[in-house]
């Protein structure tokens, strides 16, 4: 098969039958000669796989779809797990909301073969290019500096994108290395760009006003990208750093407190421990290792290793701190701080090998089978899918 065209879903069923119409129309046999596929990679709390499936029994273009009980990595994870189940040579991946023309889709195809790019980027930014369907200047204005803002941390890998934050591309699945990237929010391209150096050419294209539905887009997502670009630049040492810094403040800032109403600084380091060990752990397990808790322990597990190794390092460095404050008269805060500092790498190093290790793959981790159901629908324990 010459293209699937990857649509990742998430409560978009009036959008579905609309979008299938015009890309059957787009990918006739002069355009795809060896053949295309619609496979949505579904994560939606509604009716829309039902919409698909029966959308799907009517379309004249191949249809499938994903249904995701558990939508890891939101519509990253979704675009990464269209590219694993992808049968074309090439991988269109678009919305699904019809702001991303279909029409384009031959103009990319015909861009990627004539010029061997690995991929072909549908920018708004770029020569007649317009992002007018954007939601006001405000969600204009953001997107460009979001855009801006990449193109900054990765001058080199991004200098020929004007749209890194485009969710609208097409792609040759066996140039990206799939297992190495790291979905997370809603910008897909720019894990795939950022994690490897890629042949890219760029087609301008209108960005349209949404077909039906509302858009997705919140304050929330806009923070994941923002954690996203960080971890891609700097690793996970960045976030945790910050967090680790915040720790210390608080730490410091308990002590003083605490010391400021008469309590002996040795009581008051040891509450201020025990507290910073547990807001650093809750604030790690969502910014810094979200994408590895599920190859790693439970909850309780985590936490429980974390704690102990936390609180033997805390017991360490509150004997230390003692030693030092009674033998050289320093004031507690100035040693608790270098102590912290001190502590800092090793923290991580426990936390990223032990904590947050995935456990080793084997025969007990394979996933479970399970048959689709007669519209094609995919069973949410199994990742196999067929035509609907």
Do not use: C
Not at 122 to 129: F, L
Not at 257 to 275: E, F, K, R, S, T
């Amino acid at each position: 098969m010459d293209v699937t065209v990857v649509v990742p879903t998430y409560n978009e069923g009036p959008n579905v039958a609309e979008l299938v119409t015009r890309l059957a129309a787009a990918l006739d046999g002069d355009v795809v000669p060896g053949g295309a596929e619609v496979l949505f990679v579904d994560d939606s709390t509604d009716d829309t796989p039902a919409v698909i499936a029966d959308v799907a029994a009517r379309s004249a273009l191949p249809v499938r779809v994903i249904h995701r009980a558990r939508p890891d990595g939101g519509l990253s994870g979704a675009v990464v797990a269209g590219l694993e189940a992808a049968a074309g040579e090439r991988v269109v991946v678009m919305d699904g909301d019809l702001q991303h023309p279909p029409e384009m889709v031959p103009l990319l195809l015909t861009t990627a073969r004539e010029t061997g790019a690995d991929v072909v980027v549908a920018s708004r930014y770029t020569g007649r290019g317009d992002a007018g369907g954007l939601d006001g200047p405000w969600r204009r204005w953001v997107s460009k500096a979001s855009g801006l803002l990449a193109r900054s941390m990765f001058p080199v890998k991004l200098r020929d994108v004007s749209d890194p934050m485009t969710g609208f591309f097409v792609l040759r699945p066996g140039a990206v290395d799939v297992a190495a990237l790291r979905p997370r929010g809603f910008k897909i391209l720019l894990e795939v760009l950022a994690r490897q150096r890629l042949r890219v050419a760029e087609v301008p294209f209108v960005f349209g006003e949404r077909f039906a539905g509302r858009s997705k887009a919140t304050v929330a997502n806009g923070l994941r990208y923002v954690q996203q670009l960080t971890l891609l630049r700097f690793g996970r040492l960045s976030p945790f750093a910050l967090i680790g810094a915040v720790g210390a403040v608080l730490n410091l800032a308990i002590l003083a407190a605490l010391q400021g109403v008469g309590v002996h600084y040795l009581p008051a380091v040891v509450v201020a421990n025990g507290l910073t060990i547990v807001t650093n752990f809750l604030l790690q397990e969502r910014f810094v290792f979200g994408d590895l808790r599920d190859g790693a322990y439970g909850f309780w597990g985590r936490f429980v290793r974390s704690f102990a190794f936390n609180g033997t390092e805390a017991v360490v460095r509150t004997l230390l701190l003692w030693w030092i404050v009674e033998a050289a008269l320093w004031h507690p805060e100035v040693v608790q701080a270098l102590l912290i500092l001190v502590a800092f790498v090793v923290r991580f190093v426990f936390q990223a090998q032990v904590v947050y290790r995935p456990r080793r793959s084997g025969p007990r981790a394979a996933r479970r089978g399970g048959a689709p159901d007669a519209a094609g629908v995919t069973d949410p324990t199994d990742d196999r899918t067929r035509r609907a």
